[in-house]
């Protein structure tokens, strides 16, 4: 066998001779045992084994992957990048030296080595930097802020502020404010039925009468009369009893021959009282009136409170509604900033060429899906706006109106203890809606009891008592037709003085009765009645049973926002670490541009759901609340 000498380390730089090279040889099958060394050897450049061989060097000697935000830390996806490429690097050298390689010639060909090292940190340091996901601050709840104009003004406000500006200028409780004062002037109305009435009169006649007889006192008698007649008059607010009084004065002058006072002057002072027995005894119209605006009255203070609680919660649930839209622009920012560095990483990616162009045109599709629900987030604030400041104002030119407003209250994020028995047995004595029906009912009772008292017979007992005087000039004549002659002066006061001595007193006691026969109107009324009412407890029973299943649905869906609060939360957790290992496979080649983005795009659903259910679970609260006092 013929050996061939090995050539010179330093050969001169002349042309050799060509040599004959021999026939090759026919191919030969490769040995399992070298393909499986030569699949090791690939597999061991790949870089996924020197990755978490090194991963797991850097964590032994303290390093973190994360920081204390819990974001990726930057230094260490430097080290991990830089340290791998090197070590990659090394292990390629070994291999090549171990097969009798050119290193040199192999790695970098014909072109300098310096150029080569560069363009190998190009392409480590941009995958370096693109496994930082958020180098701002990391996302909390509570700390966004809406999007102001350049001249406009942002305003802090707390819940209570907004609840106390909502109850002094909301024009839904204005206007709930006038129904107690209007009925309690409904309610002055009905008492002054049973005020006392006062009542005068005053006439003046003149009359003469042509005589027919010598006992007419003259050819013909000429009268002139004058009347001043006074009553006070009273309904009894009780018993149904009315009660009067009048006072008639009346003074007459006469040239009537057999006149014995002229002028003469009559006065009559009587009493009289009137008590029905049986209608109108225990009720009648008048009462019944007065008992329903009374009652009435009490409905409108009920529906106040019930309108002012109302008002209240649409004013925490819009409150949490701004809230929520400003943290979905938050969001929804963070997510197209995310998207944005994507892109320019992968633009770096591509221009290097190491990456497809396919993949640049993803990441711009996510930009500009990032951009429509960004925008589709703003439009919901500016809505979810207009709708808290309606709440909050009384006009349109209010200066509340061109500012934004930015809620400061946070959630409540702790699990409140749900006693449903005690909130179904305060709802059934609290309830706004069921007071108010079950002061409906009484009017209904009301009803049923003047129905009832018109179905009776009408007796009443009647008394009265008069005391009358007569005073004037009294004449005396010595015949029929003697002169006149004054005996006695005298006047209006001597009647009064009569009355006052009770010289001619009269009184009288009587019974009236009267009953329409059949009387088929006011049976058939009171039938009615009893019908509505037996309609109106079925309908109270029934708003009973709904207020127990409205309270034991509320209560329980506290306890299931609590826990969908916490499934939300954990499953935003897990998307965070999902995104974070997704970036950082990204930044090592194991992972493609699509599968970032949806990372991204989970995570952010994550934060979306999560903050629903932040805010589901403050409503449910409220709702519980509600349904125990007012009603939903």
Same mark, same amino acid.
Request: glycine share 4%; net charge positive; hydrophobic share 40%.
């Given at each position: 066998m013929l050996v061939e000498p090995s050539p010179p380390d330093f050969a001169p730089d002349v042309a050799s001779p060509p040599i004959e090279q021999p026939a090759p040889a026919a191919p030969t099958q490769t040995p399992l045992a070298a393909r499986l060394v030569a699949i090791a050897e690939v597999t061991l450049c790949s870089g996924f084994p020197t990755q978490l061989g090194l991963g797991a060097v850097l964590i032994l000697v303290g390093a973190s992957p994360q920081t204390a935000e819990g974001q990726l830390s930057l230094p260490y996806i430097v080290v991990l990048s830089f340290a791998d490429a090197a070590l990659i690097l090394l292990l390629v050298w070994l291999l090549l030296r171990a097969h009798g390689e050119d290193v040199r010639g192999t790695l970098c060909g014909t072109r300098p080595a310096g150029r080569e090292a560069l363009v190998g940190l190009a392409l480590v340091i941009p995958m370096g930097l693109s496994g930082q996901q958020e180098t701002v601050d990391p996302y909390v709840v509570g700390t966004a802020l809406p999007p102001v104009d350049q001249d406009g003004t942002l305003v802090d406000i707390t819940l209570d502020d907004a609840i106390a500006r909502a109850l002094e200028l909301n024009l839904d409780i204005q206007s709930a404010r006038l129904g107690p004062q209007i009925q309690r002037y409904a309610l002055q109305a009905a008492e002054s039925v049973f005020g006392p009435t006062l009542s005068s009169s005053y006439g003046y006649s003149n009359a003469t009468n042509q005589s027919t007889s010598q006992l007419d006192g003259g050819a013909q008698t000429s009268t002139q009369r004058q009347t001043f007649n006074t009553s006070l008059s009273k309904t009894m607010p009780w018993y149904g009893g009315r009660m009067s009084a009048d006072f008639n004065n009346s003074r007459t002058e006469t040239n009537?021959?057999?006149?014995?006072?002229?002028?003469?002057?009559?006065?009559?002072?009587?009493?009289?009282?009137?008590?029905? @027995?049986?209608?109108?005894?225990?009720?009648?119209? !008048?009462?019944?009136?007065?008992?329903? !605006?009374?009652? @009435?009255?009490?409905?409108?203070?009920? $529906?106040?409170? #019930? $309108?002012?609680?109302?008002?209240?919660? #649409?004013?925490?649930?819009?409150?949490?509604?701004? #809230?929520?839209?400003?943290?979905?622009?938050?969001?929804? #920012?963070?997510?197209?900033? $995310?998207?944005?560095? @994507?892109?320019? !990483?992968?633009?770096i990616r591509v221009q290097l060429g190491t990456m497809a162009d396919l993949q640049v045109v993803q990441a711009e599709a996510q930009v500009s899906s990032a951009e429509q629900s960004l925008l589709n987030a703003q439009m919901q604030w500016r809505n979810q706006e207009l709708i808290f400041k309606q709440l909050l104002v009384s006009s349109a030119a209010d200066p509340l109106m061109a500012q934004t407003l930015n809620p400061v209250g946070l959630p409540v994020l702790v699990q409140q203890v749900v006693d449903i028995d005690g909130a179904i047995s305060t709802a059934l004595n609290q309830r706004a809606d069921l007071r108010q029906t079950r002061q409906q009912r009484d009017i209904s009772e009301l009803d049923i009891a003047v129905t009832r008292n018109n179905v009776r017979p009408d007796l009443s007992l009647t008394a009265a008592y008069s005391v009358q005087g007569v005073g004037g000039d009294r004449f005396d004549r010595s015949s029929l037709g003697g002169e006149a002659v004054l005996a006695q002066s005298g006047g209006y006061l001597d009647g009064l003085d009569a009355i006052w001595a009770q010289d001619t007193p009269t009184w009288s006691v009587g019974l009236n009765f009267s009953y329409p026969i059949g009387n088929g109107a006011a049976k058939a009324n009171l039938r009615r009645a009893q019908l509505q009412m037996e309609q109106t407890d079925l309908a109270l029973r029934n708003q009973e049973l709904a207020i127990v299943t409205q309270v034991t649905n509320a209560g329980l869906t506290v306890n299931d926002t609590y826990l969908l609060l916490q499934a939300a939360q954990r499953s935003r957790e897990v998307f965070e670490r999902a995104a974070e290992i997704e970036v950082t496979r990204f930044a090592a080649g194991a992972s493609t541009n699509y599968e970032v983005s949806q990372s991204q795009d989970a995570l952010t659903s994550a934060r979306l759901s999560e903050l629903r259910a932040m805010i589901n679970y403050e409503n449910a609260i409220a709702e519980f609340e509600l349904v125990q006092y007012i009603g939903g």
């Open positions: 009537n021959a057999f006149a014995t006072l002229n002028p003469s002057f009559r006065s009559n002072v009587s009493v009289n009282y009137t008590q029905p @027995l049986l209608a109108g005894l225990s009720t009648d119209n !008048q009462r019944t009136a007065l008992e329903t !605006q009374a009652i @009435l009255g009490q409905i409108s203070d009920i $529906q106040l409170t #019930r $309108q002012i609680a109302t008002i209240t919660f #649409r004013v925490r649930a819009a409150y949490w509604g701004l #809230r929520a839209t400003i943290e979905q622009i938050e969001i929804q #920012r963070r997510n197209l900033a $995310q998207a944005q560095e @994507l892109l320019a !990483q992968n633009g």
